[in-house]
């Protein structure tokens, strides 16, 4: 007796594992993240947790590929942010954050906005729409991507500059008092993505345009919330 079926596409899965895997080590230099790099060094003691479970979903998606046949890849984006993102200054990352803050500043009148640490960390932000842009263009070449792949925006900005633009952006000037007793984390993450870029990869939102357009969408969305209400 035989049975039949039809026969079903290959299976295809794009996971984003955020910068976890990029930023678990203790490495500050920019890099081609392969499988070996890694668990290459100790991990970030601060991260550690978050990393490990970004690892080993990396790994499963390479184990899975491997024994089945499919095409599951694993992106690792630099910091993202855009439209919709949590703007709340308890969970928001900087990006949104200095948003946020610089909005409030505006409409409270502030004189000053607090930084934590003395400003000088940099940190490399990828427009979200570039990326997800990029993923549906070209998730018919996945076959031919690595197992692992880096995507980020190619250059950072200080602490600072992150504040000066979203000052910038909300159309307000005030001081920025740094507390360099506050924690800062690594002084640099940034991404080598030419591996990506091999494959098409070139983002082409700037930091302005980007603040500019995710600015837009927290104003609509404090605006709805406050029609809510």
């Given at each position: 007796m035989r049975t039949c079926s039809r026969p079903r596409p290959k299976p295809a899965c794009v996971a984003s594992c955020t910068s976890a895997v990029r930023a678990c080590t203790r490495r500050t230099t920019a890099s081609r993240s392969s499988r070996g790099d890694v668990l290459a060094a100790p991990l970030?003691?601060?991260?550690?947790?978050?990393?490990?479970?970004?690892?080993?979903?990396?790994?499963?998606?390479?184990?899975?590929?491997?024994?089945?046949?499919y095409d599951y890849?694993?992106?690792?984006?630099?910091?993202?942010?855009?439209?919709?993102?949590?703007?709340?200054?308890?969970?928001?990352?900087?990006?949104?954050?200095?948003i946020a803050k610089a909005h409030r500043a505006k409409e409270s009148g502030a004189t000053s906005i607090d930084v934590w640490g003395d400003g000088t960390a940099r940190r490399e932000f990828t427009y979200v729409g570039d990326l997800a842009d990029?993923?549906?263009?070209?998730?018919?070449s996945i076959?031919?991507?690595?197992?692992l792949m880096n995507v980020g925006q190619g250059d950072d900005h200080s602490v600072l500059d992150y504040y000066r633009a979203a000052l910038e952006t909300v159309g307000y000037e005030c001081e920025l008092v740094?507390?360099?007793?506050?924690?800062?984390?690594?002084?640099?993450?940034?991404?080598?993505?030419?591996?990506?870029?091999?494959?098409?990869w070139k983002p082409s939102t700037s930091l302005v345009e980007g603040m500019r357009r995710s600015y837009e969408a927290y104003l609509a969305s404090a605006a709805q919330t406050t029609e809510a209400r």
């Open positions: 970030e003691p601060t991260n550690e947790g978050y990393a490990l479970a970004k690892i080993t979903s990396a790994r499963y998606c390479e184990y899975v590929s491997a024994q089945l046949g890849r694993v992106v690792i984006p630099s910091n993202l942010y855009g439209p919709h993102d949590d703007f709340s200054l308890e969970r928001a990352h900087l990006v949104a954050a200095t990029w993923v549906v263009e070209h998730l018919d076959g031919d991507w690595p197992t740094t507390d360099p007793s506050k924690p800062a984390g690594m002084h640099q993450k940034l991404m080598d993505s030419s591996l990506a870029a091999d494959f098409g």
